[in-house]
């Protein structure tokens, strides 16, 4: 049973070559990407290089770095495409079961490594005291980083596989990840997306209203401390009067 594909940009240029525009975006893209991948790439050396920036949230930053620079080379592919001798496209199965899924992985962690940061931050506002005193393990953050890099990208690899099967073999596309895409599996890829979107915004909410009510009960605090001092000098006053 074959699912239903969107147009592919073959099916719209594959006679004529595609027009300079799409070209000249997609340069730029890679251009952008190896910008990303040299500031990526120097922040990771950074963190290495540099004791001080050993905890635990470096280091998730540092991972979220890693990865999305090793995704970032994904450009690179599509660019070879693009101007490979006499075609700008090859068969979708090369491209999506071959070529696309090593670099899925590191999309994939960077969405799970983002959320893993907003939850380090958050257990540091909500038990400031446990946090600075109790020395974290690197292994309790380094576990959680090795499980998203295989659990999230194995499930939208797979759903990959199980669509691109669907189509004729002769399908042909420029290579770049959103081609290997559609139907269900494009479902589920935008649900894990969302999900992990969602509960990383929300974790930065609840941070941000604990930050807040710290605040609001430190500046209660103060106002209280005024008024007593103030209460007390009247008090003072009216004693000697």
């Known amino acids: 049973m ?3 594909q969107q147009q592919t940009l073959f099916d719209i240029y594959g006679d004529v070559g595609l027009p300079i525009e799409l070209v000249t975006l997609n340069v730029l893209r890679t251009i952008i990407s190896a910008i990303g991948i040299l500031f990526n790439i ?6 290495a290089k540099t004791k001080a920036l050993n905890s635990p949230c470096h280091l998730l930053i540092a991972f979220d770095c890693l990865v999305s620079a090793w995704y970032q080379l994904a450009s690179f592919v599509s660019i070879t495409v ?3 001798p006499g075609h700008q496209f090859i068969p979708i199965r090369p491209c999506c079961l071959q070529i696309l899924p090593p670099f899925q992985f590191g999309f994939t962690a960077s969405f799970t490594a983002m959320f893993l940061i907003s939850l380090d931050r ?5 038990f400031p005291l446990w946090y600075s005193l109790r020395e974290i393990a690197k292994k309790y953050y380094l576990i959680p980083m090795f ?7 194995s499930i939208i690899i797979y759903a990959q596989y199980q669509v691109v099967y669907t189509v004729p073999e002769s399908t042909q596309v420029i290579c770049v990840p959103h081609e290997c895409s559609w139907a269900w599996a494009g479902d589920l890829i935008y649900v894990i997306f969302v999900s992990f979107y969602g509960l990383t915004l ?9 930050l807040k009510w710290h605040s609001w009960k430190s500046i209660n605090q103060n106002l209280g401390r005024k008024l007593f001092n103030y209460s007390f000098c009247l008090w003072a006053v009216g004693l000697f009067h």
Request: charged residues 5%; hydrophobic residues 60%.
């Open 202 to 210: 929300t974790n930065y909410i609840i941070i941000w209203i604990v």
């Open 122 to 126: 958050l257990i540091s506002v909500l």
């Open 82 to 84: 693009l101007f490979g």
């Open 2 to 4: 074959s699912l239903k």
């Open 42 to 47: 120097s922040l990771v050396f950074v963190t």
């Open 147 to 153: 499980i998203s890099t295989l659990v999230s990208p």
